[in-house]
Structure formats: C-alpha cells, structure tokens
C-alpha cells in the first residue's frame, strides 16, 4: 500500500490541478491523478486554448482579408497554411500544459498517472481509490487518502439519432483539428462552442449552418445582446435554421445530408462535416461514484452541499460535476474554495457574479442577471446602455458593433448585471465582476475614472445612462 495522503484530486483539470495547489499551499497533504498523458483538463487540451489559439489565428486572418484595406493597408489576398496554423494551435497547448506541470512540480504534489475508480471506505474511515494504469511504473494497487475530491469534468453528448463517427460527425475536440478548411459546415447547437467553433472555419472559408432547437442562439444570454450578435454574425455570412430539430444524417462518401424539421416542415441541408456541439454532460460513469451510492440530481449532476461534499461523506466534488455552467473559471473557484473550507475557512463561491463569454467577433460576455429574468423574477431595475459606435477607441479601431448595458437595482442603484457585446467584451466584463463583487452602485462606475480612449468609457457611460447622466449618449 502506497503513502497515505489527506486529499486525492482526480483530474487535472482546472478544477483539479488549482484545488492540489491551494491544498498544498495550506499544507494538506494533496496528491493528483490524471488519466490523460498531458494536465490541463478539456479546458488546456481540447477545450478554452485551442478555441481561443485558433480564434485568434483565424481572426488574424479575417482582419487581413477584409479589413487591412479600410486601415489603408493594401495587401495581396491572404492565402492560410492550415498545418501552421495548427501546429502554433498545438504548441499553445503544450506550452500550457507542460507549465501545469511544472506548478504541480514546484509545489511537490506528487502526479499518478491512470484512471481512478472509487472503491469505498475501509474500515480505518480512510478512502481507497484504485488507478488503473497501462504503464506498470505507474500502476498503483490503491491510494489511501482521508478525502477524494472529484474533478472529472464532462464530455460532450451526441444527438439520439446520429452518433460521433470520429470523421463526419464530431465534437468539438476534433473540428478544433480539421485537415482541410470544409466545404460547408454544418453545426448542431448556437451555444458557446458551436459559435465559436463556426467562426473559426467561417472565417477560414467553410460556409457554416447552425441548426438550434430552440427559437434563439445562446439560450442563457441576455436576449438583447444574443440578438445582436446574431445579427452581426449573420451579417459575416453565419447560416441560422433556428426551431429546427435534427432527426437524421445520410452519409455518401464524404457528403452527407442532414435533415431537420422546423415545426412540421422537414428540410435538408448538404455539408461534408457535422459539429455536434448541443451540450456537455457530466463525467461521472467510471469513477465509482454512483456504484457507491452517491446521489447525482436529476439533471445529471452530482449533488453536493455548501461545502461541495457529496452524499458520501469525505468524497466532494466540483466544476462541470455540479450544477451550473460549465466553466473552466467557475471549476477553478470552487476548488479552491471547496479545499479552504475543508480548513475551516467560511469562504463562499460568489455565483451572483459569474462571468459567461462568447469569444466570437464581436464577443459577448455577461454577468449577473438578464432583463429577462429581473422581468420573470419581478425585481425592479433601470437600464443605462452605451452603444460602440459612440466610443472614441472603437471608431479607431473601426470596431463598432455592439453596446454596454448595465442593469441596476431601481431603489438602491446596486448593479444587478451587465451585458456586452463588442469589441474585447472578454476583457471589459472583468471590471463589472469587480464591481458587482464589491457590491458597487452604477454611480459607483459612474464616477470612476476611465482613461480615454478606452473602450472602457463605454462602461463608464453605460453606467452613467443608468441615471440619465450619460454626456456622450
Ligand atoms: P476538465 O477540464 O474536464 O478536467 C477533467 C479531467 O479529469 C480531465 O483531464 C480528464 O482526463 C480527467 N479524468 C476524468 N475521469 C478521470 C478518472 N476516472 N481518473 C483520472 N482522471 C480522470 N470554459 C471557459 O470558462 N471558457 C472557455 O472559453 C471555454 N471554452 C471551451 C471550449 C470548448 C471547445 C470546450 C469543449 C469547453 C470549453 N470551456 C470553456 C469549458 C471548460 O473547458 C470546462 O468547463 C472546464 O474544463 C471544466 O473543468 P474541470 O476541471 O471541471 O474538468
């Protein structure tokens, strides 16, 4: 039997690997175990980098293509080497990978290599965890530890009635590896991923369709600023079926036709590559969980209290395991809060102020509530909004698609939520975390200085308008 540890992290995702840190950094004795032959999780290997490392390449691109000429820059059309960009793409990836592991290094948390499955408490109230492992040096019988927190993430779901092939039908870690540009890509789901996925190839060419179920893009989305969006990424050339439902896939050598329905109509749309990108479920099947009789919800969630503990004493669990969305930085936070209470800290994971970012062109990013549930909830607010095109920096930058909208309590002027779509919203939405953290008023933002040019004054002005103060609206 190998050393006793006081924590086992399983997955090395960023969940798993910041919970090992912070554990370590408060001096539990923390071990990790990862199935993968590279740390990081979906988020470093398939998931956030390469989207983000192709996104900025393709975006790279586009700029090229269609808009050096309005910056008077005259260039010969751009021609794309795929392999360097995929190459740059994969070297993103390791870089960031191997430095997980180097921080796991540095602060001496030993790595298991191999596949873990919970095998119960022996009766010294200690937890046994067995690893499988292909390769013998790593192979473990059992680690022993007082606490096993789980960290698995998720994998994405097919549709009922067209399975992954690996080829034609894919998720999302196999468009982000596509030989050639395709032809025309078809794209199951508006949310995050099959958005940002379908810029990508868009960009590099492909015509994309995106079919959704559902009668609007990005569900969760303020709906003011989805449509926006929509309607700018529309305007590049972005096809919406919307209310359509896939029901089948005819294959003929490398085209397929896909069909849907949009109400009682059926239609057909001809692609060479299907992105199924319609969600994400929980990794829990293999890690023993459930055999041990712990309680996953209905919604295929592990349930887990305030203290991220599941139903079985000393086994917790976080990020894509638990409710909510599935965020590499909401796994992040409730790791290291889930390990610092396990010290006794009363700390608390602040969702009120959860950021969500679409990183298309112009991005979207959001946090706190949307108009439509402030409606549905009956709280009463006011909206200031302040649109790009009224921005100094985006009119430099020729970037004026989009706005900043503030929601704020109407009696206390305390900000409620923020929305934006524009230029680096990724960016702009860290300032709203803060201030919605810190409680802050509108008035708060309002009166705070913000350097000009920036696209930050038109959170400045956006807040403003929330008391019909905004100068430049
Ligand atoms: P993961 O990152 O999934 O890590 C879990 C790890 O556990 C994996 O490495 C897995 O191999 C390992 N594991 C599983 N089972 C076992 C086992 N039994 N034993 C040992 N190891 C095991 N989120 C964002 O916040 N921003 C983004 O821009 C963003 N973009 C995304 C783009 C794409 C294409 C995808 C697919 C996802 C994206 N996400 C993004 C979501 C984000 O990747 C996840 O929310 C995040 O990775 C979840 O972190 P986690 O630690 O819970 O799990």
Not at 52 to 70: G, V
Not at 204 to 211: E, H, I, M, P
Request: a negative charge.
């Amino acid at each position: 039997m190998s050393e006793r540890y006081e924590l086992l992290v399983v997955g090395a995702g960023p969940g798993g690997y910041v919970s090992a840190i912070r554990a370590k950094q408060l001096g539990i004795n923390v071990a990790i175990v990862e199935r993968r032959s590279t740390l990081g999780g979906v988020c470093l290997n398939e998931g956030c980098i390469p989207s983000k490392a192709l996104l900025d390449s393709s975006e790279h691109f586009a700029t090229a293509r269609d808009k050096f000429a309005i910056h008077g820059i005259e260039i010969d059309s751009p021609r794309i080497n795929l392999q360097v960009m995929l190459s740059r793409k994969n070297e993103v990836v390791r870089r960031l990978t191997d430095g997980v592991a180097y921080l796991l290094k540095k602060h001496k948390i030993p790595v298991i290599k191999g596949e873990a499955r919970l095998l119960g408490m022996g009766s010294d109230g200690d937890h046994r965890t067995e690893i499988v492992s292909e390769a013998a040096v790593d192979a473990v019988d059992a680690v022993v530890s007082k606490r096993v927190l789980l960290a698995t993430g998720s994998e994405p779901v097919s549709l009922p009635c067209i399975p992954f092939d690996g080829e034609f039908v894919v998720g999302a870690r196999e468009a982000l590896d596509f030989d050639k540009v395709p032809e025309h890509l078809v794209v199951a789901g508006a949310g995050f991923i099959g958005l940002e996925l379908g810029s990508v190839w868009r960009r590099l060419g492909a015509r994309v369709t995106v079919l959704e179920m559902l009668p609007a893009i990005l569900p969760t989305m303020d709906r003011q600023a989805a449509d926006l969006l929509q309607r700018t990424l529309k305007k590049q050339g972005m096809e919406f079926r919307l209310g359509a439902r896939i029901t089948g896939l005819e294959k003929n050598g490398g085209k397929g036709r896909v069909t849907y329905q949009v109400g009682e109509d059926n239609f057909a749309v001809e692609c060479d590559r299907l992105l199924v990108s319609i969600g994400r479920r929980p990794l829990i099947s293999g890690t023993g969980f459930t055999e041990l009789g712990g309680v996953v919800s209905e919604s295929g969630r592990i349930s887990v209290d305030e203290n991220y503990q599941t139903s079985i004493a000393g086994i917790y669990a976080i990020g894509d395991l638990v409710p909510g969305p599935m965020l590499a930085h909401k796994a992040s936070e409730e790791g290291i809060v889930c390990v610092e209470r396990m010290t006794g800290k009363t700390v608390a994971v602040d969702y009120t102020c959860l950021p969500g970012v679409v990183y298309t062109w112009p991005e979207g990013a959001s946090t706190g509530k949307t108009e439509e549930q402030l409606k549905s909830e009956n709280i009463p607010y006011k909206s200031g909004k302040s649109n790009f095109i009224g921005n100094g920096r985006a009119r430099a930058m020729e970037e004026t698609d989009g706005f900043v909208k503030i929601l704020a309590d109407a009696q206390t002027d305390r900000i409620l939520g923020v929305h934006i779509v524009g230029p680096r919203a990724s960016d702009l939405i860290g300032e709203a975390v803060t201030a919605m953290c810190l409680k802050a008023t509108a008035r708060d933002i309002g009166m705070q200085f913000h350097a000009h040019p920036t696209l930050g004054e038109a959170m400045k002005e956006a807040a403003l308008d929330v008391n019909n103060e905004a100068i430049h609206g």
